[in-house]
């Protein structure tokens, strides 16, 4: 992000995706209407004002090189790696054949 806008726009957006109301933002972080209505204006912000507004929105900052995108979460990275494999959620559950190879007494019983 390039500007305090687009920061604001991102604000709106998961604000909006969440289902909270500008005027709810006071029980999430304890700011009043007017002052985080500021904010999604684009006005300027300390940075603290800014983490505390992220955590309200369940966002996280994440500052990298120029010409870099952040690396994904660790959620993004499992479901991307899954994905590569081919394998969904179905797919990942344990065979009861499997858990017999591993925890059979090995007696043939």
Do not use: C, H
Not at 50 to 74: C, Q, T, Y
């Amino acid at each position: 992000m390039k500007s305090v806008d687009e920061i604001a726009a991102v604000l709106i957006e998961q604000r909006k995706k969440l289902g909270i109301e500008q005027k709810d933002m006071y029980m999430r972080i304890g700011m009043k209407q007017q002052q985080y209505q500021r904010i999604e204006a684009g006005n300027d912000v300390k940075l603290s004002t800014l983490l505390r507004v992220l955590e309200g929105l369940d966002l996280e900052l994440s500052i990298v090189p120029k010409g870099r995108k952040a690396a994904p979460s660790s959620v993004e990275a499992v479901a991307d790696s899954q994905s590569a494999l081919g394998k969904g959620k179905n797919e990942l559950a344990d065979d009861s054949d499997d858990l017999d190879f591993w925890f059979s007494s090995g007696d043939g019983a």
